[in-house]
């Protein structure tokens, strides 16, 4: 390495990469909404106003938290529509019930029924 205090530039760069860690994850999921759903950068921000917590379990959406818990793009498989944000976790539960809502109710009345 062609720095005489090797120590400092590391520090240096350390301190650079959690500034910019934040602004490249956040910047990372908005152009991929944008790709993926043509949401705006205001769209966009509208609905994290709207959807500060998941509608289904009520957790804090967090742009740079884990994986599940970052906001997921909820949307009409069929029309494209989006319908909101959610939480990785209620967003792969709908998608496994095919968001078919009578599928939905049965597995609430299972749960009901088995003392949940």
């Known amino acids: 390495m062609p ?9 240096y760069q350390k301190r ?8 490249y994850i956040e910047g990372s999921l908005r152009s991929q909404y944008r790709r993926r759903y ?10 994290r ?9 009520g957790k ?9 818990s970052k906001p997921h793009v909820d ?3 069929q029309t494209g529509k989006v319908r909101g944000l959610l939480c ?3 967003n792969v539960g709908l998608g496994s019930f095919d968001d ?3 599928r939905v109710m049965e597995a609430m009345m299972y749960l009901l029924k088995h003392g949940k």
Do not use: M, S
């Open 3 to 11: 720095y005489k205090n090797r120590e400092k530039y590391l520090a």
């Open 16 to 23: 650079r990469y959690e500034k910019r860690k934040a602004e």
């Open 38 to 47: 043509g949401l705006t950068h205001q769209t966009l921000e509208i609905l």
């Open 49 to 57: 106003q709207t959807f500060p917590n998941c509608p289904i379990c």
């Open 60 to 68: 804090p959406l967090v742009w740079d938290g884990p994986k599940f």
């Open 75 to 77: 949307h009409d498989h």
């Open 88 to 90: 990785g976790r209620c």
């Open 100 to 102: 078919d809502p009578k």
